[in-house]
C-alpha cells in the first residue's frame, strides 16, 4: 500500500508551479493518484480491521463489515444533519456554525473509528471526503483553519514521523538491498505501470513519462500510511525508515523529471 499510493495535494502544488495544469497528462495523473489512493485506504482500512480482529471466521467478516456500516452511518449523519447546519449558515451570512459542526464530527469520527478498531485518521479522512462539496465549505475552511493546520499541525506531524525513523537501523548491505527492492517496486514499477497504462490510453511518449514522474509523487499520504503502519507494529522500525526514505527520494525526484520530460513535450510539439 505505501509503495502505490501518491500525494494528491503534493503533486496538485508541483503541477501548479509547473504550469502543467491545463495538460491531459497532469489531468489524468492527478485522477489515477485519486483513485490509486482511495483504494489504498480502503485496504489499509482492511489491514487495520485484521490487526486488531480476534481469530475466527465471524469475527473476521464481522471487523471487515464495520468499516462499511460506519462509511453509511457517517454518510447519513452528513445529509441529514450538516447540510443542514451549512443552509442555516448561508442564510446567516456566517459559517461559525457549518465550522463548528464539520469539526466537531471530525473529532467525533476519529474517536468512533479508533473504539471499532480502525485507525482514527480514517474516522477524519471520511467527513472531509462526504463534506468537501458543501456550499462554500472549502472557501471557509481555507480562510479560518487551513493555516492553522499548516503552520502548526503539519510540522507536528513531520516531527513525530522523523523522530519514529532511525537511520541507525538502515546499516549493512541488507538493508540498502531492501532499499534497492523497495525502490524498483516503487519508483520503476509505478512509473512503468503508469507509462504503459498512459501509451495504451494514447498519450503520446512524453505525456505518459510525465504521467509515470508524477504519481511517483507521495510526500506526506505515505508518511501517514507508514505511521499507522508503525503505530500498529504492522511494519518494523528499519523497514519504516526506509520506505520513509523512499518517500522522501521519490518525492524529490518528480520536479526534475517533469521539467525534463515536458520539455521533450514541447521539443515534439514543435
Known sequence: ??????????????????????????????????????????????????????????????????????????????????????GLSARSGSATLMLTGVIG???????????LGLHSAFGALIPGILLRDL??????????????????????FFSYAGLHASFTAVDGYASWLYFCGFFCCGFIGKFGGSYLGARIGGLARPDAAIVGSLMNTRGLIELVILSIGLELNILPQGVYTILVMLALVTTAMTVPLVRFFNRNTRAVLV
Open 105 to 115: 464530527f471530525v473529532f467525533i469520527s476519529a474517536w468512533a473509528t479508533s473504539s
Open 135 to 156: 456550499p462554500k465549505f472549502k472557501e471557509q475552511w481555507n480562510v479560518d483553519i487551513d493555516g492553522f493546520v499548516r503552520v502548526v499541525l503539519m510540522p507536528v
Open 1 to 86: 500500500i505505501a509503495l502505490s499510493v501518491s500525494a494528491v495535494p503534493v503533486m496538485a502544488r508541483i503541477v501548479l508551479d509547473l504550469r502543467i495544469d491545463k495538460s491531459n497528462a497532469a489531468a489524468i495523473a492527478l485522477s489515477a493518484a485519486m483513485v490509486t489512493d482511495l483504494c489504498g485506504w480502503m485496504m489499509l482500512a482492511a489491514i487495520t480491521s485484521l490487526s486488531t480482529a480476534d481469530a475466527g471466521l465471524a469475527s473476521l467478516v464481522r471487523t471487515l463489515s464495520w468499516p462499511a456500516v460506519y462509511v453509511g452511518v457517517c454518510l447519513l449523519v452528513s445529509r441529514l444533519i450538516l447540510r443542514r447546519l451549512a
